[in-house]
């Protein structure tokens, strides 16, 4: 089944016309890479995604229901999402532990003695549980962003949206990173993310989807999309891509 | 829900060495040092001498002038000073009071206007022009006008309830006029945290009160607070002009009493007064400036 669906999402900027029309179907258990090259829109689609924009056309639709309706209350609908963007996740003036354990309070109203224990568990795991009581600014690039997937798994999303988590790292933390997605992707968490990485959407991603443009161009499984690529340009974008040396 | 306070300590480098002691400073380094030292020292006595001289030019210039006895006589008089003081600074009770409600009604206030001020979507734009037009309006006026304006006025319309009290209605004015420069303050605040921040709350599922409580709010008091300092020394002095509607604060006891004896020190007493008053609120917004500036630039020079 379908966890999150986008049926012909269009978005504009005053006169710049950014997504004209994207179809993407996502599976649970998926996960699903958007490539392309900057200012290509895929930030603009997953902010669509996260009911983050308001849409000028088109669905998002979340395990089949239509959450651009505007009869849907579109917090309630976030609360059923993560998303990690590329910085300035956290929230600097909480320490660690309570922007993990921020949401599951406060907007699920679970117990606070259960959402910390369970966010010390998952603080565990990527192993910063040392760190539950230090302010973002005491953690490295590479540190806040695991805890930034960590706090947005902390409320059990239905599908985890991540913008380019590693692009404004050193390049040194990007893999620690990438780690921690492979393995939430492993667990089976529905995931959908805009990357430069080409080499780990190879490896993780079910399906690659190049988005040039305005429209999703071609997407498919990564051997198909990033060996054997249909459109001109594809070819042309993936070429730059190994000039830069990122694939 | 029990968030934790963000600790205040922090590293005076933002470049913290980690384990084992500093090596002992090099010959190089010592000479440095004991130059800077001497540097300052000279700095020191400079800026001491030239502040004495030109204390004692200024005293000799004064208290030479051919009305100086005179002047003497009826500002600075320690009889009248005296006799005067219990009266002015019963009065001054009055003027904390202003003070201490005023400002209290103030920061709230202030911070809906600003509130209003940075609501999104084309459906509040009612509320945000409202907001914006008493923020242009009371940020424009003096504030002696609208004292008069709000002290005079609102008792003529004889309305029932309306108090009639220059207390109560000289609160007001001064509500009116600082709520203006304080939602300015708590605007500017309010958008130098970072959309992101925002972006981060909404996606967890907070609602817009919720992220503007618990994520953005924190964030701009943080950074408004030196500014927030400064408005409430000029408030505390602003507090005095209560005095035009017939209060009798600080400066209506001194008035009265120059009347009663021809002689000014009054004023003068009521004016140290305020100064006092004003000095350690002003020591402090130094102090919370100093060390929100430390906080932005920690380890570098300039
Ligand atoms: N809030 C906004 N207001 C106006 N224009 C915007 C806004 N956000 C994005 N855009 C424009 O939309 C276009 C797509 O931007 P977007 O950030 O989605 O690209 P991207 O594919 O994520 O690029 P990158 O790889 O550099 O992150 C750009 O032309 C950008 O200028
Ligand atoms: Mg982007």
């Given at each position: 089944?379908?966890?999150?669906?986008?049926?012909?999402?269009?978005?504009?900027?005053?006169?710049?016309?950014?997504?004209?029309?994207?179809?993407?179907?996502?599976?649970?258990?998926?996960?699903?890479?958007?490539?392309?090259?900057?200012?290509?829109?895929?930030?603009?689609?997953?902010?669509?995604?996260?009911?983050?924009?308001?849409?000028?056309?088109?669905?998002?639709?979340?395990?089949?229901?239509?959450?651009?309706?505007?009869?849907?209350?579109?917090?309630?609908?976030?609360?059923?999402?993560?998303?990690?963007?590329?910085?300035?996740?956290?929230?600097?003036?909480?320490?660690?532990?309570?922007?993990?354990t921020l949401a599951p309070t406060a907007?699920?109203?679970?117990?606070?003695?259960?959402?910390?224990?369970?966010?010390?568990?998952?603080?565990?795991?990527?192993?910063?549980?040392?760190?539950?009581?230090?302010?973002?600014?005491?953690?490295?690039?590479?540190?806040?962003?695991?805890?930034?997937?960590?706090?947005?798994?902390?409320?059990?999303?239905?599908?985890?949206?991540?913008?380019?988590?590693?692009?404004?790292?050193?390049?040194?933390?990007?893999?620690?990173?990438?780690?921690?997605?492979?393995?939430?992707?492993?667990?089976?968490?529905?995931?959908?993310?805009?990357?430069?990485e080409m080499g780990f959407a190879r490896?993780?991603?079910?399906?690659?989807?190049?988005?040039?443009?305005?429209?999703?161009?071609?997407?498919?499984?990564?051997?198909?999309?990033?060996?054997?690529?249909?459109?001109?340009?594809?070819?042309?974008?993936?070429?730059?891509?190994?000039?830069?040396?990122?694939? | 829900?029990?968030?934790?306070?963000?600790?205040?300590?922090?590293?005076?480098?933002?470049?913290?060495?980690?384990?084992?002691?500093?090596?002992?400073?090099?010959?190089?380094?010592?000479?440095?040092?004991?130059?800077?030292?001497?540097?300052?020292?000279?700095?020191?006595?400079?800026?001491?001498?030239?502040?004495?001289?030109?204390?004692?030019?200024?005293?000799?210039?004064?208290?030479?002038?051919?009305?100086?006895?005179?002047?003497?006589?009826?500002?600075?008089?320690?009889?009248?000073?005296?006799?005067?003081?219990?009266?002015?600074?019963?009065?001054?009770?009055?003027?904390?009071?202003?003070?201490?409600?005023?400002?209290?009604?103030?920061?709230?206030?202030?911070?809906?206007?600003?509130?209003?001020?940075?609501?999104?979507?084309?459906?509040?734009?009612?509320?945000?022009?409202?907001?914006?037009?008493?923020?242009?309006?009371?940020?424009?006026?003096?504030?002696?006008?609208?004292?008069?304006?709000?002290?005079?006025?609102?008792?003529?319309?004889?309305?029932?309830?309306?108090?009639?009290?220059?207390?109560?209605?000289?609160?007001?004015?001064?509500?009116?006029?600082?709520?203006?420069?304080?939602?300015?303050?708590?605007?500017?605040?309010?958008?130098?945290?970072?959309?992101?921040?925002?972006?981060?709350?909404?996606?967890?599922?907070?609602?817009?009160?919720?992220?503007?409580?618990?994520?953005?709010?924190?964030?701009?008091?943080?950074?408004?607070?030196?500014?927030?300092?400064?408005?409430?020394?000029?408030?505390?002095?602003?507090?005095?002009?209560?005095?035009?509607?017939?209060?009798?604060?600080?400066?209506?006891?001194?008035?009265?009493?120059?009347?009663?004896?021809?002689?000014?020190?009054?004023y003068v007493v009521a004016g140290l007064?305020?100064?006092?008053?004003?000095?350690?609120?002003?020591?402090?917004?130094?102090?919370?400036?100093?060390?929100?500036?430390?906080?932005?630039?920690?380890?570098?020079?300039?």
């Amino acid at each position: 089944m379908n966890v999150l669906e986008l049926r012909g999402i269009v978005k504009a900027f005053g006169d710049n016309v950014v997504l004209r029309g994207v179809d993407l179907a996502v599976d649970e258990h998926r996960v699903v890479a958007l490539i392309g090259g900057s200012g290509s829109g895929k930030s603009t689609l997953l902010r669509c995604a996260a009911l983050l924009e308001t849409v000028d056309d088109g669905q998002v639709l979340l395990d089949g229901e239509d959450v651009t309706d505007p009869r849907v209350d579109a917090d309630r609908v976030r609360r059923r999402m993560g998303v990690v963007f590329q910085a300035y996740n956290l929230f600097p003036h909480l320490s660690v532990l309570d922007n993990v354990t921020l949401a599951p309070t406060a907007v699920h109203g679970r117990p606070r003695a259960e959402a910390v224990e369970e966010a010390r568990g998952l603080l565990a795991r990527i192993g910063l549980a040392d760190k539950a009581g230090e302010y973002p600014d005491r953690l490295s690039g590479g540190q806040q962003q695991r805890v930034a997937i960590v706090r947005a798994l902390a409320v059990r999303p239905r599908v985890l949206l991540l913008d380019e988590v590693t692009s404004a790292l050193d390049p040194e933390l990007v893999g620690e990173v990438l780690a921690l997605v492979r393995e939430v992707a492993a667990q089976g968490m529905t995931i959908v993310m805009a990357t430069h990485e080409m080499g780990f959407a190879r490896q993780v991603a079910d399906t690659v989807a190049f988005l040039d443009g305005g429209v999703l161009l071609e997407s498919g499984p990564p051997a198909q999309v990033l060996g054997e690529p249909q459109h001109a340009r594809t070819r042309q974008f993936l070429a730059r891509v190994i000039d830069a040396g990122r694939l | 829900m029990a968030l934790r306070r963000r600790r205040r300590a922090r590293p005076v480098l933002s470049t913290v060495v980690t384990g084992g002691a500093l090596p002992p400073p090099s010959e190089l380094e010592l000479s440095r040092r004991a130059w800077r030292r001497s540097r300052a020292r000279r700095s020191t006595l400079v800026a001491l001498a030239s502040t004495l001289l030109f204390a004692v030019v200024a005293y000799l210039a004064v208290t030479r002038s051919p009305g100086w006895p005179r002047v003497q006589t009826t500002f600075f008089s320690a009889s009248v000073a005296l006799e005067s003081l219990p009266e002015i600074a019963r009065g001054l009770l009055v003027n904390l009071q202003v003070l201490v409600v005023g400002g209290l009604l103030v920061l709230v206030v202030g911070l809906g206007i600003a509130a209003l001020r940075t609501l999104r979507g084309p459906a509040l734009a009612p509320l945000r022009f409202l907001a914006t037009a008493y923020v242009d309006l009371f940020r424009g006026m003096p504030l002696i006008i609208v004292l008069y304006l709000v002290g005079f006025g609102f008792p003529a319309l004889g309305l029932q309830g309306v108090p009639t009290s220059p207390f109560v209605l000289g609160t007001a004015a001064i509500v009116l006029v600082y709520s203006a420069y304080v939602a300015e303050v708590f605007r500017a605040g309010i958008e130098s945290v970072h959309p992101s921040q925002r972006a981060a709350a909404r996606s967890l599922g907070l609602t817009h009160r919720q992220t503007m409580r618990i994520v953005v709010l924190p964030q701009a008091l943080r950074t408004v607070t030196p500014a927030l300092l400064n408005d409430f020394v000029a408030l505390q002095k602003d507090v005095g002009l209560i005095s035009v509607l017939g209060a009798v604060d600080a400066v209506r006891s001194a008035q009265i009493q120059v009347g009663q004896s021809f002689n000014f020190t009054p004023y003068v007493v009521a004016g140290l007064l305020f100064v006092l008053l004003a000095v350690p609120s002003a020591r402090l917004a130094d102090a919370v400036t100093a060390r929100a500036r430390r906080r932005q630039q920690s380890g570098s020079l300039l």
